[in-house]
């Protein structure tokens, strides 16, 4: 079961937040944790998940087996114990779950349901799952999925076995006063299948429409219908491409009108590499996360975009009104299926790269002392 954090909000006026991109569990992460599904594949060139394990083994030596469920997450942990964030949320692209069922999609994620200690084991309160991988094996996957994270005090947004279910924020209380609610949509642009949406008897994912003025309003009401005085809401959005730096206006525009309706953090992913950071009416809008975990490691292609580069989003909120105090990002780099904080020069590229990025967006990004990206938007 998730455990609650010591000292969980950071005292006076202050909250912190851990939010990461895609933490993918499937295929070769989950086959070398203690309960490794069947390795079966049904992709086009690869069809045991095995051989991503040997893939990241030839990029940078040995993986154990049967690894203790906080393996993966590697130095991270001491990151998350140091800051010791208010609420932990992660997009999870990853079905939990027995089922065979899989869809014939092209790229299947499934993580055996007796390995949900890996997520314990990071603290994690809340999976977002209004994503392109959670159906991967069907509706009974995605129920299964939804069991397992529920029984071991995980709470998810996004996807349910409804659409009241999907389209209803996860609640995550808070000792210090307040709460922090986490509204997840996806988009077709990540390529979630437009049947995978959510209905009235229908499990699936809420996904939106479009990212029009009526979309808008009908969020708008319902936030209306749930915000309590002293809510911190964030929008966890899984929308765009995989690779490419760019942002549509659309998007911005979307994001935009998210904080004006009163989110304090849009927190987006997708893409594998992160983007661009905006800082809006003092709300932070992280357009693309990046991911975080997965199972690339020594899969060549896109190398330009450094992949094998994470990162961890701790923004500190005014509690009293949402507004951005401070914002520090973690570099890591992945390296036999684990996190390591990453190299000065790593740290180095991605603090230009993602500063260049965020340049047009009025936010700056300079190295502090410990080596991770500070920002700078006022």
């Not at 809420?206 to 929008?235: C, K």
């Not at 491409?241 to 911005?252: A, D, V």
């Not at 401070?326 to 790593?346: C, M, N, T, W």
């Amino acid at each position: 079961m998730r455990q609650p954090h010591n000292g969980e909000l950071a005292a006076g006026d202050q909250v912190l937040l851990f939010l990461c991109g895609d933490v993918m569990l499937g295929r070769g992460v989950d086959q070398i944790l203690p309960h490794p599904s069947d390795p079966q594949l049904h992709e086009s060139f690869v069809r045991s998940a095995l051989e991503y394990v040997r893939l990241a083994e030839a990029a940078n030596g040995p993986v154990p087996r049967a690894a203790p469920p906080d393996y993966v997450w590697g130095d991270a942990l001491a990151e998350l114990a140091r800051g010791r964030p208010a609420a932990r949320i992660v997009n999870l692209e990853t079905g939990i779950t027995r089922s065979t069922a899989f869809l014939a999609k092209g790229i299947n994620y499934r993580m055996h349901p007796e390995n949900i200690d890996v997520l314990t084991s990071a603290g994690i309160d809340c999976c977002a799952l209004a994503n392109n991988h959670v159906l991967d094996f069907g509706r009974d996957g995605l129920t299964e999925t939804l069991d397992t994270l529920h029984r071991a005090g995980i709470k998810t947004a996004g996807a349910g076995r409804t659409l009241a279910e999907a389209q209803a924020p996860a609640v995550l209380e808070s000792p210090g006063g307040g709460r922090v609610l986490v509204f997840a949509f996806g988009h077709r642009s990540s390529g979630i299948p437009y049947d995978w949406a959510a209905g009235a008897r229908r499990p699936g994912v809420d996904l939106l429409a479009d990212l029009s003025d009526r979309t808008q309003a009908e969020i708008a009401a319902r936030v209306r219908a749930l915000r309590r005085t002293g809510d911190r809401l964030i929008a966890s959005v899984h929308w765009g491409g995989n690779w490419g730096y760019e942002i549509g206006s659309g998007e911005r525009d979307f994001a935009h009108r998210l904080v004006d309706i009163g989110f304090d953090v849009v927190h987006g992913h997708s893409s594998h590499h992160p983007k661009a950071i905006e800082v809006y009416q003092q709300r932070p809008i992280f357009y693309g996360c990046g991911d975080f975990v997965n199972d690339y490691e020594g899969i060549s292609g896109y190398r330009e975009f450094r992949s094998d580069l994470r990162l961890m989003y701790l923004p500190r909120l005014r509690r009293s009104t949402g507004e951005l105090a401070e914002l520090r990002i973690i570099p890591f780099k992945v390296a036999r299926l684990r996190l390591h904080r990453a190299s000065i020069a790593d740290a180095t590229w991605l603090q230009r790269k993602l500063d260049a990025q965020s340049r047009p967006f009025g936010v700056r990004l300079a190295l502090d002392a410990d080596a991770a990206l500070a920002a700078d938007w006022r």
